[in-house]
């Protein structure tokens, strides 16, 4: 199987498990709706019956959005008029690059997200390797027959994430990105070292994670007990099957590009008032449902890749279907040898 049809089978897997991605879809939504109604009464405590609360209703109120960010702390001082439209995706994916810390609370919700994806993984990858209907006691019987190695394995990729971040970004950004512009007086150049240094940097995280996605996956599809075996395993299959490997990641991210893309052109730039604020929520709804299937076409894609190169195709198979034997056929196999002469 190559990338492009190892990509194409991803999505019909996907595709075929709509059960998977409203799931998925739903869990982010109750793990983000404890900040989203959280920060609502930190709104509600600033407006209160003020003229600003009835001109914030009617549409954006950038004035009164200013005096609240100057006052705002810990959850509050996310409230920023970027988290408007596609300026939420830039920022999000500027913070990413540049290593901004995230705020506490934002930290510890993102954790507990981990965790919950990382006990739903084994399922999901699970549900993908059949290629079938496993229902709720099955996807739930691999989420918990496989959440001992994910977790260990998550610890795993934990500490190789600090690891990056703690010294990777520092070591590019910092040591070598200042010392190759230090004399450079064309702010173009700079700009474009820059962003080859973003270009190396994503590469190593891309490489980083490729690796854990397939460890996860051999936990799932061979069963193993060892989250360090899967993670050796995971590295020889990305090193023996690496045009395929790097491949299907980029087709992966060019579709998530292309996504991005539409996002940015669909997406307003300002709170409309009235009705259009539905709007605008229903578009940035309808992006995080798009983001998820994406999401999960890398794991099914890459399951689908890994079984192909490694003979794991029949896992994929439905049970045999095995007939009921009639009555009579019953009553000879049962029969005593003497009833039969």
Do not use: K, Q
């Given at each position: 199987m190559t990338a492009l049809h190892a990509f194409r089978d991803g999505a019909r897997r996907v595709a075929r498990a709509p059960a998977i991605v409203a799931g998925t879809f739903a869990l982010t939504l109750l793990v983000a709706l404890p900040l989203a109604i959280a920060l609502r009464g930190m709104l509600e405590a600033h407006l209160g019956a003020s003229v600003a609360a009835d001109a914030a209703a009617r549409g954006a109120n950038y004035e009164w959005w200013q005096e609240f960010m100057a006052q705002a702390a810990g959850l509050g001082t996310t409230f920023v008029p970027s988290i408007i439209g596609f300026g939420a995706v830039l920022q999000n994916l500027s913070n990413l690059v540049d290593n901004v810390p995230m705020a506490t609370t934002i930290a510890g919700v993102t954790g507990a997200w981990l965790v919950l994806w990382a006990f739903l993984s084994g399922g999901i990858i699970d549900r993908?390797?059949?290629?079938?209907?496993?229902?709720?006691?099955?996807?739930?019987?691999?989420?918990?027959?496989?959440?001992?190695?994910?977790?260990?394995?998550?610890?795993?990729?934990?500490?190789?994430?600090?690891?990056?971040?703690?010294?990777v970004h520092p070591l590019i950004f910092g040591v070598i990105y200042t010392g190759v512009t230090h004399d450079t007086a064309v702010e173009r150049t700079a700009l474009l070292i820059r962003l080859?240094?973003?270009?190396?940097?994503?590469?190593?995280?891309?490489?980083?994670n490729v690796v854990f996605d397939y460890s996860r996956i051999r936990i799932v599809v061979e069963e193993r007990?060892?989250?360090?075996?899967?993670?050796?395993?995971?590295?020889?299959?990305?090193?023996?099957?690496?045009?395929?490997?790097?491949?299907?990641?980029?087709?992966?991210?060019?579709?998530?590009?292309?996504?991005?893309?539409?996002?940015a052109v669909a997406a307003?730039?300002?709170?409309?008032?009235?009705?259009?604020?539905?709007?605008?929520?229903?578009?940035?709804?309808?992006?995080?449902?798009?983001?998820?299937?994406l999401k999960l076409t890398f794991y099914a894609s890459e399951t689908a890749l890994f079984q192909s190169r490694l003979a794991h195709?029949?896992?994929?198979?439905?049970?045999?279907?095995?007939?009921?034997?009639?009555?009579?056929?019953?009553?000879?196999?049962?029969?005593?040898?003497?009833?039969?002469?």
């Open positions: 993908f390797a059949r290629d079938r209907a496993t229902r709720a006691r099955g996807f739930f019987a691999a989420c918990g027959a496989h959440i001992g190695p994910v977790l260990r394995l998550g610890l795993v990729a934990l500490v190789a994430y600090w690891a990056l971040f703690r010294w080859i240094a973003y270009g190396a940097f994503a590469m190593t995280l891309g490489l980083v007990r060892s989250a360090l075996g899967a993670l050796l395993a995971g590295g020889r299959f990305v090193r023996r099957h690496a045009g395929a490997v790097a491949g299907l990641y980029a087709l992966n991210g060019l579709t998530f590009v292309v996504a991005l893309a539409i996002y307003p730039d300002v709170v409309p008032a009235g009705a259009g604020t539905w709007f605008v929520l229903l578009a940035g709804e309808l992006y995080i449902l798009v983001r998820h299937f195709a029949a896992y994929t198979a439905a049970p045999p279907v095995v007939w009921p034997d009639s009555p009579a056929a019953e009553s000879i196999a049962n029969a005593s040898p003497s009833a039969l002469r």
